[in-house]
Nanobody, 116 residues
Framework: QVQLVESGGGLVQPGGSLRLSCAAS????????MGWYRQAPGKQRELVAA???????NYADSVKGRFTISRDNAKNTVYLQMNSLKPEDTAVYYC??????????WGQGTQVTVSS
């Protein structure tokens, strides 16, 4: 199992930007499909963006054109660049592998709050 540590969250004004990072343990990080998820208060956790082992990406409609997911396999790290943030982006953000999601394993996440 891959262990993951998210960082980079914080308080930002609407229209601002943040970059989240997710550091992974293990030497075979490059084979994993990775995703960023978020959970807002009172809502179910949702997949925001995914980056596959081959490098292709996929985004939820709500963040298309504003968020960019990327990975650096040499650093065992996945990033989520978030631009034009909106109050509705406020949530705890998690990164995870498909296998961890199926197993119900989640890290602590990082809080993103968009507010003036």
């Amino acid at each position: 199992q891959v262990q993951l540590v998210e960082s980079g969250g914080g308080l930002v004004q609407p229209g601002g930007s943040l970059r989240l990072s997710c550091a992974a343990s293990g030497s075979i990080f490059s084979i994993y499909n990775m995703g960023w998820y978020r959970q807002a208060p009172g809502k179910q956790r949702e997949l925001v963006a995914a980056v596959f082992s081959g490098g292709s990406t996929n985004y939820a409609d709500s963040v298309k054109g504003r968020f960019t997911i990327s990975r650096d396999n040499a650093k065992n790290t996945v990033y989520l660049q978030m631009n034009s943030l909106k109050p509705e982006d406020t949530a705890v953000y998690y990164c995870n592998t498909e296998a961890n999601v199926v197993a119900g394993l989640w890290g602590q996440g990082t809080q993103v709050t968009v507010s003036s």
